[in-house]
């Protein structure tokens, strides 16, 4: 019965996640208060073209003033939320722990959103997300079960420290983008603009080091990093299926693969 009841949740909560990652993202940044507009006609939307699945349900998948189809992402987006949400919530009995995890789930799920579509992790949702992070440490560390007369506060230390090291391992890596790009860069026409890791993953990983602690951040940068270079690899592979050519200096967007490795970390984890 919950995991039906989550999948539900998970329906609703995947309709904010497409309001935001409608209005964030700027030009120009709307509040989450504002009803998002059509891109081509800047119509509002009604509200049947909120609800993904119910628009594509209903067959009115086309903007009601200028016909522009509706993307697929809001469905899409629903319907991975409320896998989530079912899956979580079969794996783990009803508490803090549960619902803490399917909150930061559907924050890692904008945050993949906005990344893929605009090449942007933004403060206004990583920043604010990383403190909450950090006060609920001991909930999200603490794993499953955690209650009032179990909880350790210092595992928000645990927290603290996976933050702070997440951001350090990835802004060195970001600094040796940069550096690389000096180099490649010199007396070349066609220069280079894109490095590793930019700045939004930076914020990122310090995130997910606040969400899985220290020293396991270590370990989903890792697994992140191998997960990219698969996912570059089978990128590669169908370019040259397609007999497109390669795209030399092609950028690997990481903030979906450091998402998706906190996320398998978090639920497949023994608490600390
Ligand atoms: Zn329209």
Redesign the pocket.
Known sequence: MLPILFALVGVLAGIVVNRAADNLPPPPRRSLQETPR?P??D?PRTRTEQFGILSFALRRDR?H??G?PLRLRAPRVEITCALAFALLASRFAFDAYLVAVCFFTAVLLLIVVIDIEHKLILNVVSIPCTLLALLVAPIILGGTGTNFETIRWNLILFALLGAAVGYAITYAIYLLGIIFLRVVNRGRTHKITTVAFGLGDVKLAGLLGALVGFPQIIYVLIYAILLGGVGALVAILLQLLRKRGLALGMAIPYGPYLALAAWAFIILRPPM
């Open positions: 059509c081509y006609c119509a903007c003033q200028c522009a």
